[in-house]
Structures are given as structure tokens and as C-alpha cells.
């Protein structure tokens, strides 16, 4: 089953502690199972940091110590920490940073205004008044796991593809020639585009005003310019 996970944490100034840390199907990374002490004894799952076990203490809201697992506003986390769960809108609750491992870096603030350099290398610019977690996301050896199989990928939902260059010439513009032949040009989609090197991203998004630095181009984007 699906677990709901508090991305907002907008229960503030209430402690809670840490029942136990769990799998969660349909994540990369694991979740903590947490109980607020309030009167109606509130539980809820929230992402955990690295390290984060049963019985650790977590809070949200200004008052918290910057401390891995509790919640608050950039305006309140001392520059340079390690942060997680990054909200791009004040409220709406986190958006970067959530799988295996991952984590951003909040580098600076000014006039309302906080620079995070995000996994990826990019510097996005938010307000001081979104939130993040301290901490990075648990379960870093994610990237290790090794699926031993093809039926287990299958099971992640991903089914085979045939190659373009194992097809006639008819069938794909890569396709034809003797041996495994790279047909005598870049890679290409099965209507002839260009598959490689291009920039997905798309030019009218309003968040584009956001970013202060682009992340380091790939390899086939430095080829192609």
C-alpha cells in the first residue's frame, strides 16, 4: 500500500517522536512513521534523513533547531546546511530533493530571497519563506541496488524496446548496414530527429526567471553546443 507522506509539515511548535523508519513501496527513499504529542496523539510519515532512527525527537516551524529532520523556513536555516524537501512555493509543500541520497544546499539569502544549489548543480532562486528539512534523504546506497533480472525491471513497469540500428532501413533511419553500423550519423528518433543533445526544457516556463545558474550541460550537449 501507498504511504502517505506529510510533504507540508505545517504542524508547528509540537514535538514528535520517531516510532519506527519503514520501507515505502513506490519510493527510493524510507520513511519515518512519526507521533505528534498533541491530545489526539497525531500520527503521520515523513521522509527520513540519513542516520534518522526510532526515538529521535522532530519539530517544524521557526522555533525548531536547525537539527536533521525538523522542518523550517529558509529564512531560519544557517547558510551552508545540507536540506532536503524544498518547497518552490511557500504552502505548498516540498517539491525538490525527495528521492535516495539526494540533498541541496542553501547558499544565500537577500531581500526575501534564498539561493539553493540543487543535486543537479543548478542555483534556483526561492522565497526565504518555503521550507526544507535538514538532513539528506535516506537510504544513500540506493544507487547500489542491483535489479539481478530483466522480470524485476518489468515489475518496475518498464518493458523492452527494440534498437533502431537492429532494424532495416525501411523500418528506422539507423537502421540497415553490415555489422552493428552507426548508419553514418548522430543518433536519431524513428522520424529522423535528432535524439540526443537537445534541450528539453521548455523556453516559456514562468520558473525558468527562477534560475540563477544553469546545471553543468552533458556530454552530448557540449558536442552539439
Known sequence: MLRIVDFKRKTDGIEASVISVEYAPCRSARVALIEYADEFKTKSYILAPDGMKAGDKVMSGETAEPKPGNCLPLSRIPIGLTIHNIEIKPGRGGQIARSAGCSAT??????????????????????????????????????????????????????????????????????????????????????????????????????????????????????NG
Do not use: Y
Open 106 to 223: 542553501l547558499g544565500a539569502r537577500d531581500k526575501g530571497q534564498a539561493l539553493v544549489t540543487l543535486p543537479s548543480g543548478e542555483v534556483r532562486r526561492v522565497s526565504d519563506k518555503c521550507r526544507a528539512t535538514i538532513g539528506t534523504v535516506s537510504n544513500v546506497e540506493h544507487f547500489n541496488v542491483s535489479l539481478g533480472k530483466a522480470g524485476r525491471k518489468r515489475w518496475l513497469g518498464r518493458k523492452p524496446h527494440n534498437r533502431g540500428m537492429a532494424m532495416n532501413p525501411t523500418d528506422h533511419p539507423m537502421g540497415g548496414g553490415e555489422g552493428r553500423s552507426k548508419s553514418g550519423g548522430h543518433p536519431k528518433g524513428p522520424s529522423g530527429v535528432l535524439a540526443k543533445g537537445g534541450k528539453t526544457r521548455s523556453k516559456k516556463k514562468p520558473s525558468n526567471a527562477a534560475i540563477v545558474r544553469r546545471r553543468p550541460a552533458g556530454p552530448f550537449q557540449k558536442h
